[in-house]
T-cell receptor, first 113, second 114 residues
Framework: EPEVTQTPSHQVTQMGQEVILRCVPI?????FYWYRQILGQKVEFLVS????????KSEIFDDQFSVERPDGSNFTLKIRSTKLEDSAMYFC???????????FGQGTRLTVV | KQEVTQIPAALSVPEGENLVLNCSFT??????LQWFRQDPGKGLTSLLL?????REQTSGRLNASLDKSSGRSTLYIAASQPGDSATYLC?????????????FGTGTKLQVIP
């Protein structure tokens, strides 16, 4: 069964460093998303991506964040200068169209020290 | 703005019991509703998807219902097992607004006691 793949599963970084979280969505999907979940809290929407551009972003997704689809398969989330409060589980998701099932990856746990 | 609420926040039941988890959402204009399972520190596993035109979906011991007009969904788990212990999340995809981002509920943490 096709699945969304995220790497790495866990990343530890020092405050102020840049990190790139990677995702490989399901191949025929057209809508891509990033979500985050701070420990013990709700899963929160960060950004959606469609037709090679950001289609919507939340207030969390400030100038420190960026997304890219550098080739036909990868979808990345970059945090330019990490802060302690960026520590969270980050989930990538994809779907074929807006009314179909959203498939989520297993997440990347980011720890900022 | 779509708000999704789940009650109860936590639930503890003895093994073998049937149980119901509740989800409510404020805007009935949705494409679909999904139920997810999340084990501690782990990812999101999709359990069931109900399209807005459907009333229920079943998978094994799980049955999810949807009453769009009242903004409610329930997840029924039959004959609960200790392996069912996890946090259960419901999530809706709204029709209105942006590119149909999934909006998650607050979750119900289930513990099934052997």
């Amino acid at each position: 069964e096709p699945e969304v793949t995220q790497t790495p599963s866990h990343q530890v970084t020092q405050m102020g460093q840049e990190v790139i979280l990677r995702c490989v969505p399901i191949s025929n999907h057209l809508y891509f998303y990033w979500y985050r979940q701070i420990l013990g809290q709700k899963v929160e929407f960060l950004v959606s991506f469609y037709n090679n551009e950001i289609s919507e972003k939340s207030e969390i997704f400030d100038d420190q964040f960026s997304v890219e689809r550098p080739d036909g398969s990868n979808f990345t989330l970059k945090i330019r200068s990490t802060k302690l409060e960026d520590s969270a589980m980050y989930f990538c998701a994809s779907r074929v169209t807006e009314n179909t099932e959203a498939f989520f990856g297993q997440g990347t746990r980011l720890t900022v020290v | 703005k779509q708000e999704v609420t789940q009650i109860p926040a936590a639930l503890s039941v003895p093994e073998g019991e049937n149980l119901v988890l509740n989800c409510s959402f404020t805007d009935s204009a949705i494409y679909n509703l999904q139920w997810f399972r999340q084990d501690p520190g782990k990812g999101l596993t999709s359990l069931l998807l109900i399209q807005s035109s459907q009333r229920e979906q079943t998978s094994g011991r799980l049955n999810a219902s949807l009453d769009k007009s009242s903004g409610r969904s329930t997840l029924y788990i039959a004959a609960s097992q200790p392996g069912d212990s996890a946090t259960y999340l419901c999530a809706v995809t709204p029709r209105s607004g942006g590119y149909q981002k999934v909006t998650f509920g607050t979750g119900t943490k289930l513990q099934v006691i052997p």
